[in-house]
């Protein structure tokens, strides 16, 4: 039986729905999970969005369902680090669906079926000696175990979002860019995330010029670990906006995505904003 399967760095679990980037798991929610596991059934078959609402929202089901694939199949991107632009995992088919485009290497769930040979038996002194030897084995095993647990830091990691910038040299941008810095903040602070997250979105530390803005100062006043920055500039028709997650201690970019949109309404701004915190979320304490 086939449960698992691996893609690039990633390992997905398609009946649990767990995904993994080189044995460090990666958060995926349940409908995008469920999303991606038909996707995997069927590598290089374009699955419709109809046969998806089917088999994820069957009828009775009452949502929203265009908006609700919309915000899985971004979800899914996000947390693979994928771009609908340029995909490696996931192709946008226009008018038809989507489709998985890596290659995937099944795991396959081997049961063994042979029957062990018995075991020999043990003379009493030899029994004795064995068992002693495996009990101090087990509790050197715990006594090290611990002292890494204790050591282990459990400190939540602290995420600074910085205002986004609107470079597009349009005002009606201003109001835009400040809304989706203020959702991103929203969307990482959720209980879930919050978990191992401390989010800072409101300090007069963050407010400085893009000119003026010094990571490390950053870092400093706010003891942020990381920080999420982006900005808004215009390219032809479309308005792109580019996230960045830079870490404080080198202050290396530990991702970045772009994301070209024609209009920025209320929906819009959403699904950027959980895209981009689905992405830090993903990535923070990970590198």
């Known amino acids: 039986m086939v449960d698992g399967v691996e893609f690039g760095p990633f390992r997905f679990e398609v009946t649990s729905g767990a995904l993994s980037r080189r044995g460090i798991s990666v958060r995926l929610q349940p409908q995008p999970s469920r999303v991606l596991a038909v996707l995997v059934r069927r590598p290089g078959e374009v699955v419709s969005r109809d046969e998806l609402r089917q088999q994820i929202w069957p009828e009775g089901t009452y949502v929203d369902f265009e908006r609700g694939l919309n915000f899985a199949i971004a979800h899914i991107r996000a947390a693979l680090g994928d771009s609908a632009d340029a995909p490696r995992y996931i192709e946008t088919v226009p008018k038809r669906g989507y489709r998985f485009i890596a290659p995937i290497a099944p795991q396959q769930v ?12 043990i003379a009493p002194n030899r029994w004795r000696t064995r068992v002693w030897s495996t009990a101090v084995a087990i509790v050197a095993l715990v006594g090290v175990t611990a002292v890494l647990w204790l050591r282990a830091d459990t400190r939540p990691i602290r995420v600074a979002v910085v205002p986004f910038d609107n470079e597009t040299g349009a005002d009606a941008f201003d109001q835009v860019a400040v809304a989706i810095a203020d959702q991103t903040v ?102």
């Open 110 to 121: 081997v049961q063994e079926t042979t029957t062990a040979p018995a075991e020999p038996r």
């Open 186 to 287: 929203a969307r990482l602070a959720t209980p879930d995330r919050l978990t191992r997250l401390r989010v800072i979105g409101n300090s007069a530390a963050l407010r400085k010029p893009r000119a003026f803005r010094d990571i490390k100062d950053i870092g400093l006043r706010v003891a942020a670990d990381y920080v999420v920055l982006a900005q808004m500039k215009v390219d032809g028709s479309k308005v792109r906006l580019i996230a960045h997650l830079i870490r404080v201690s080198d202050e290396t970019h530990v991702w970045a995505n772009s994301y070209d949109r024609a209009s920025f309404t209320l929906d819009v701004q959403a699904e950027l904003a959980e895209a981009i915190a689905s992405a830090v979320s993903s990535r923070v304490g990970a590198s």
